[in-house]
């Protein structure tokens, strides 16, 4: 990207971690290079965004409440703005909110990143809205628009859990998005609306064994003998240890000794930056360990985060515009088929 200056000019591939100008390197602090929460308010196409929920509220603010250095307080901005706006800080706020009367609105929930999904909903009442409930209100706003909308809901904590090598935190945050898929639906009429579900990429999260059926999936594999009847105690591997459903390729979960944590079966949060190589083979295991939330699974291949994986991701689609989407594709495509059901561009 290209940031044109009255001085010059100043090129750049944007950084995504450049959330607030202190994240910025000073040769782009000099071009005035906008950096993410500024982008956010300042958007200049149309009339700027009309709906904008997260966390991340501390990047809008300067210091002491937020992590600003230019000392501009964007969400006071944002108000000045669009003073037929609504502004949100917590769930209570947002539900409290009538869309009928909200042209836009925006919701910073959190300082940093949204809560997992199960320790937020650990808070009675919770503090932070969930997924779903917050695409519910975005599309109660959205769909007052005669000329219609574009909406992206991202589950973004379903990558943070898996990196982390935590697959409890990554698949109740996978079950969280299904359920805003689920408001996406019920709240749109598929005669107008084009829904695409999809994700970016996959992670190294394998699965392994001949659990029976009903097995707990963070359990350990519990079997079944070569007739199809059920066993009732956990399989071991060669080394006569049990094993789970559950692993990871690479990262957090590598059982040996780290500058974190000892060796043997590793917890939530783990972010090691060495290890030792693995003395005492693979840990003896129990139920009760494997299936607490902060159990991480085992990883072969020691890394203080888990990687992304290789393989194709499916995409979902329907509505109007949703048999563009079939097929094996390059990412790409996804854009093109998009324009093309929006009508700006040829099939």
């Not at 090129?11 to 100008?21: F, G, K």
């Not at 005035?32 to 700027?48: N, S, Y």
């Not at 090598?165 to 639906?185: D, M, Y």
């Not at 159990?295 to 888990?306: F, H, R, T, V």
Request: with cysteine; proline share 7%.
């Amino acid at each position: 990207m290209t940031h044109a200056t009255p001085g010059g000019c100043y090129a750049h591939t944007p950084e995504r971690n450049w959330e607030n100008d202190s994240q910025l390197p000073a040769a782009a602090r000099a071009a005035g290079f906008p950096d993410i929460a500024r982008q956010l308010v300042e958007e200049k196409h149309g009339d700027g965004i009309e709906v904008v929920f997260g966390g991340g509220r501390s990047n809008f603010l300067p210091a002491p409440a937020g992590s600003r250095s230019d000392s501009r307080d964007l969400v006071a901005e944002w108000k000045k703005r669009f003073p037929d706006g609504r502004y949100a800080a917590s769930r209570d706020e947002l539900l409290a909110l009538d869309a009928k009367q909200a042209r836009r609105v925006f919701g910073l929930f959190t300082p940093e990143h949204m809560s997992y999904e199960l320790e937020r909903a650990k808070v009675a009442p919770p503090a932070e809205p969930s997924l779903s409930e917050m695409t519910g209100k975005a599309l109660d706003v959205l769909t007052r628009s005669p000329k219609g909308f574009f909406l992206m809901v991202e589950g973004g904590r379903i990558d943070h859990g898996h990196h982390a090598g935590n697959a409890q935190r990554a698949l109740s945050e996978t079950i969280e998005f299904a359920n805003a898929v689920k408001v996406a639906l019920e709240k749109t009429n598929p005669s107008d609306t084009l829904i695409v579900v999809t994700a970016d990429h996959s992670h190294t999260l394998t699965i392994s064994g001949y659990p029976k059926r009903g097995n707990p999936i963070l359990g350990l594999v519990i079997g079944s003998n070569g007739e199809g009847a059920a066993g009732n105690s956990p399989v071991a591997d060669q080394s006569g240890r049990p094993y789970t459903t559950l692993n990871y390729a690479n990262g957090p979960g590598y059982t040996g000794k780290s500058d974190a944590q000892p060796e043997g079966a590793k917890h939530y949060p783990h972010r090691p930056t060495s290890y030792e190589g693995v003395k005492l083979g693979r840990p003896e295991l129990g139920n009760a360990e494997v299936q607490a939330l902060d159990y991480l699974q085992e990883a072969p291949i020691a890394l203080g985060a888990e990687t992304h994986g290789g393989e194709d991701v499916p995409i979902y689609a329907g509505g109007p515009g949703a048999s563009l989407f079939h097929g094996v594709q390059e990412q790409n495509f996804v854009y093109h088929a998009l324009a093309a059901a929006l009508g700006l561009a040829t099939p």
